[in-house]
């Protein structure tokens, strides 16, 4: 019990005993304590008669008749005892200890006094939910600060830095828990901005029991458009306390094999259509952790890439085998056309070459010995155009035989 408490009692008492015209009437005060605490009753009378004074709990059970423990609990102790005073301590005050205790001397008839004793319930430190996650720049988070044990209910205040925040607070119940929340726009200055939740009690001196946790803001999406060139850089900052480490991650896969990391930075080394994706930066101070996202589109559908180049490769590769093969194939076909018509020709000659007579080279041109026979027996029922033709056959093969009878005289 602080020591300005003390003193009102003493001149409470003082007072009472002066205003008093019953010199015999005990003189007691109410006393607050917190949970754990200890706490001092102290009945006087401004005379005594040699009676004895005694002090009683709540429940009417006897504490201490004078110098003589009534009750078995180790926690009650005299402080003092006179012929005008009683006083008794109690330790480590539960919130069952609440309530009136009696003072009373046994004279005719007896006198009493009652001291209320009131129990202040300490509140718990507050505990802050609603921020496990990075909030998006522009939206909107909702804090809930919880503190128990308070008895009365603690009031829960707000602050952002060194302002303070209004916020919606919710008694609780019986158990003394006592909640708040707070509704906030955050923007990219409010990234690790701390928000402190603080417990305003009478138990406790202004500030003493108090959490406070960081903000995490998200940046938009940022898109870079842009068209291949020999170096680029992304960077990312956060405020406004500077960040110790970073890390640069491609959402679809490995970073690009030029790009490399500098801290804020990523440097392209040679920017092309193979580097479209998109970017997250994760930065981290010891306090707190933030993300910038970047979407990098390259737009040249010209860009110089490896991966175009050996496909130009490939399809080059295949358009010459392709010509090659027509090539080949045009070759052999004008080969076979110029053999099969040399071969008819040669069949043709050797029909004539080799016949006795004219009517037997006609037959051994057109195929065979048999179909001969069938056109000697129709030779006269054949055509105009079939006698004409055997007619030069024969001309041809007996002036041939007779030129050369003619040499051989």
Same mark, same amino acid.
């Given at each position: 019990?602080?020591?300005?408490?003390?003193?009102?009692?003493? #001149? +409470? /008492?003082?007072?009472?005993?002066?205003?008093? *015209?019953?010199?015999? =009437?005990?003189?007691? !005060?109410?006393? %607050?304590?917190?949970?754990?605490?200890?706490?001092?009753?102290?009945?006087?009378?401004?005379?005594?008669?040699?009676?004895?004074?005694?002090?009683?709990?709540?429940?009417?059970?006897? #504490? +201490? /008749?004078?110098?003589?423990?009534?009750?078995? *609990?180790?926690?009650? =102790?005299?402080?003092? !005892?006179?012929? %005008?005073?009683?006083?008794?301590?109690?330790?480590?005050?539960?919130?069952?200890?609440?309530?009136?205790?009696?003072?009373?001397?046994?004279?005719?008839?007896?006198?009493?006094?009652?001291?209320?004793?009131?129990?202040?319930?300490?509140?718990?430190?507050?505990?802050?939910?609603?921020?496990?996650?990075?909030?998006?720049?522009?939206?909107?988070?909702?804090?809930?600060?919880?503190?128990?044990?308070?008895?009365?209910?603690?009031?829960?205040?707000?602050?952002?830095?060194?302002?303070?925040?209004?916020?919606?607070?919710?008694?609780?119940?019986?158990?003394?828990?006592?909640?708040?929340?707070?509704?906030?726009?955050?923007?990219?200055?409010?990234?690790?901005?701390?928000?402190?939740?603080?417990?305003?009690?009478?138990?406790?001196?202004?500030?003493?029991?108090?959490?406070?946790?960081?903000?995490?803001?998200?940046?938009?999406?940022?898109?870079?458009?842009?068209?291949?060139?020999?170096?680029?850089?992304?960077?990312?900052?956060?405020?406004?306390?500077?960040?110790?480490?970073?890390?640069?991650?491609?959402?679809?896969?490995?970073?690009?094999?030029?790009?490399?990391?500098?801290?804020?930075?990523?440097?392209?080394?040679?920017?092309?259509?193979?580097?479209?994706?998109?970017?997250?930066?994760?930065?981290?101070?010891?306090?707190?952790?933030?993300?910038?996202?970047?979407?990098?589109?390259?737009?040249?559908?010209?860009?110089?890439?490896?991966?175009?180049?050996?496909?130009?490769?490939?399809?080059?590769?295949?358009?010459?085998?392709?010509?090659?093969?027509?090539?080949?194939?045009?070759?052999?076909?004008?080969?076979?056309?110029?053999?099969?018509?040399?071969?008819?020709?040669?069949?043709?000659?050797?029909?004539?070459?080799?016949?006795?007579?004219?009517?037997?080279?006609?037959?051994?041109?057109?195929?065979?010995?048999?179909?001969?026979?069938?056109?000697?027996?129709?030779?006269?029922?054949?055509?105009?155009?079939?006698?004409?033709?055997?007619?030069?056959?024969?001309?041809?093969?007996?002036?041939?035989?007779?030129?050369?009878?003619?040499?051989?005289?």
């Amino acid at each position: 019990v602080p020591l300005d408490s003390h003193l009102s009692a003493f #001149l +409470y /008492f003082f007072l009472a005993l002066c205003d008093n *015209d019953d010199p015999l =009437q005990p003189v007691t !005060s109410d006393e %607050t304590v917190a949970v754990g605490g200890q706490v001092r009753l102290t009945c006087r009378v401004a005379e005594s008669d040699n009676s004895s004074l005694q002090w009683s709990n709540t429940a009417q059970q006897t #504490l +201490y /008749f004078g110098e003589k423990r009534a009750l078995r *609990d180790n926690r009650i =102790q005299l402080y003092r !005892s006179t012929s %005008t005073e009683l006083s008794i301590t109690i330790d480590n005050v539960q919130l069952s200890d609440e309530g009136d205790y009696t003072c009373s001397i046994f004279t005719m008839p007896v006198r009493t006094a009652r001291a209320t004793v009131t129990v202040l319930g300490v509140p718990g430190k507050p505990q802050i939910s609603g921020n496990e996650e990075a909030v998006q720049e522009g939206g909107e988070v909702t804090l809930t600060c919880t503190s128990t044990g308070s008895k009365p209910p603690a009031k829960l205040r707000w602050y952002q830095g060194d302002r303070e925040l209004e916020g919606e607070s919710d008694p609780g119940s019986l158990t003394y828990t006592v909640r708040s929340q707070v509704t906030l726009t955050v923007s990219r200055s409010d990234d690790n901005a701390l928000i402190t939740c603080a417990v305003d009690h009478e138990s406790l001196a202004s500030g003493d029991v108090k959490s406070s946790q960081a903000l995490r803001v998200t940046s938009n999406v940022q898109v870079k458009s842009l068209a291949p060139s020999n170096t680029f850089s992304l960077s990312f900052s956060l405020s406004p306390v500077r960040p110790t480490s970073y890390e640069w991650l491609k959402t679809d896969g490995e970073l690009p094999p030029l790009a490399k990391v500098d801290g804020a930075f990523l440097r392209f080394e040679m920017l092309n259509k193979s580097d479209n994706g998109v970017y997250l930066c994760n930065a981290d101070n010891g306090i707190g952790q933030s993300q910038g996202e970047y979407k990098l589109l390259v737009q040249d559908p010209t860009a110089m890439s490896t991966s175009s180049g050996v496909d130009h490769a490939v399809i080059g590769g295949v358009v010459a085998v392709i010509v090659f093969i027509l090539l080949c194939l045009l070759i052999v076909l004008g080969r076979y056309l110029i053999r099969h018509k040399g071969t008819y020709l040669t069949h043709e000659a050797k029909g004539s070459d080799d016949a006795p007579d004219a009517d037997t080279a006609i037959i051994n041109a057109e195929g065979g010995h048999s179909g001969a026979e069938d056109k000697k027996e129709d030779g006269g029922k054949g055509g105009e155009g079939r006698g004409r033709e055997e007619g030069k056959w024969r001309a041809k093969f007996w002036g041939g035989r007779t030129g050369q009878d003619k040499r051989m005289n």
